[in-house]
């Protein structure tokens, strides 16, 4: 704790920048269902969500723990987290709003008012069934279920770049051109580029 307390008293905040960025940004952050998962409580044996344990997983490295650095250390350095990391989005807008809208790591300020780069996976087909046999079968989504999931976006900051990245599943070369043909139009209709006119937004095509 002693050394994090003479970094935040004896270096400029450029000098701590790029020591934040080295010990907490990412490049690809996965957020996912799995994110939210319950674990078992060591002691109770109990299945839960707790972020804490989450975290001490996630983040196994000594300074991600508060009672090891200094708080202001701790603050700027997670801030540093959501500031700078490139966070991909894989599962639909509900987990990606609840991510960006729950202050998980207790620092007074939620993660859509910090988070810069993001990434959705859009994919353009839903399987249906639960068993390996059933889940081989698709389909491609509605105009409406890709949009929304688009709409993950305005979860996010103004200014925040962010980059769709369409996933493609077809039988055919046809079917391919159908569904990146509906994903461009659904993001050069006029109404949905008013809403996101406030985002740089990248398509990029599997």
């Known amino acids: 704790m002693?050394?994090?307390e003479q970094v935040m008293n004896k270096l400029p905040r450029e000098i701590r920048d790029m020591i934040y960025f080295h010990l907490s940004t990412r490049h690809d952050e996965y957020v996912e269902r799995e994110h939210y998962r319950t674990t078992q409580d060591p002691l109770t044996k109990l299945y839960s969500y707790d972020f804490e344990r989450w975290k001490?997983?996630?983040?196994?490295?000594y300074y991600w723990k508060r009672e090891n650095v200094a708080e202001d250390f701790h603050q700027e350095m997670a801030e540093n987290y959501y500031r700078t990391s490139t966070f991909v989005f894989a599962d639909g807008p509900a987990?990606?709003?609840?991510?960006?809208?729950?202050?998980?790591?207790?620092?007074?300020?939620?993660?859509?008012?910090?988070?810069?780069n993001a990434e959705i996976k859009l994919f353009a087909v839903v399987h249906n069934g639960s068993t390996w046999?059933?889940?081989?079968?698709?389909?491609?989504?509605?105009?409406?279920?890709?949009?929304?999931?688009?709409?993950?976006?305005?979860n996010l900051r103004h200014e925040a770049n962010v980059v769709v990245r369409l996933v493609t599943e077809a039988g055919t070369?046809?079917?391919r051109i159908e569904q990146r043909e509906t994903v461009m139009a659904i993001m050069s209709d006029e109404k949905q580029m008013e809403k996101w006119k406030a985002y740089k937004v990248r398509l990029l095509l599997e």
Request: aromatic fraction near 8%.
């Open 133 to 154: 046999r059933t889940y081989m079968k698709y389909e491609p989504k509605t105009w409406d279920q890709m949009r929304d999931e688009l709409d993950g976006m305005l």
């Open 56 to 61: 001490a997983e996630h983040f196994p490295e």
């Open 95 to 116: 987990v990606m709003k609840r991510f960006l809208t729950t202050d998980e790591m207790k620092l007074g300020v939620v993660p859509k008012d910090l988070v810069s």
């Open 173 to 175: 070369e046809e079917e």
């Open 2 to 4: 002693e050394l994090t």
